[in-house]
Nanobody
Framework: QVQLLESGGGLVQAGGSLRLSCAASGRAFSTYVMMAWFRQAPGKEREFVASITWRGGWGQYADSVKGRFTISRDNAKNTMYLQMNSLRPEDTAVYYC????????????WGQGTQVIVSS
């Protein structure tokens, strides 16, 4: 079972940038078909932000972050990133990373999350 550890969150002004990291231990990202970022704002359900395939590095994004966020991975470091630019107050949330072991499976092994706060 993989353990995921997010980092890089913090307080930033609107229009600023942050880079989140998700480090995996116990099992390599290469054993998963897809990795992803989700977020949960206060009083709201957890929502999809972005995903990336291990093979090929093909990324998908929620419409709300498309053009502002970029997901990437470093297979050698067993780490995934989320570069967040042009941040908005509505991006404020706890950000979680997760993995999917196969196409048909659900996301599993959630990290503890990292808090992002965007002030206006």
């Amino acid at each position: 079972q993989v353990q995921l550890l997010e980092s890089g969150g913090g307080l930033v002004q609107a229009g600023g940038s942050l880079r989140l990291s998700c480090a995996a231990s116990g099992r390599a990202f290469s054993t998963y078909v897809m990795m992803a970022w989700f977020r949960q704002a206060p009083g709201k359900e957890r929502e999809f932000v972005a995903s990336i395939t291990w093979r090929g590095g093909w990324g998908q994004y929620a419409d709300s972050v498309k053009g502002r966020f970029t997901i990437s991975r470093d297979n050698a470091k067993n780490t995934m990133y989320l570069q967040m630019n042009s941040l908005r107050p509505e991006d404020t949330a706890v950000y979680y990373c997760t993995v999917k072991p196969s196409v048909a499976a659900s996301f599993e092994s959630w990290g503890q999350g990292t808090q992002v706060i965007v002030s206006s």
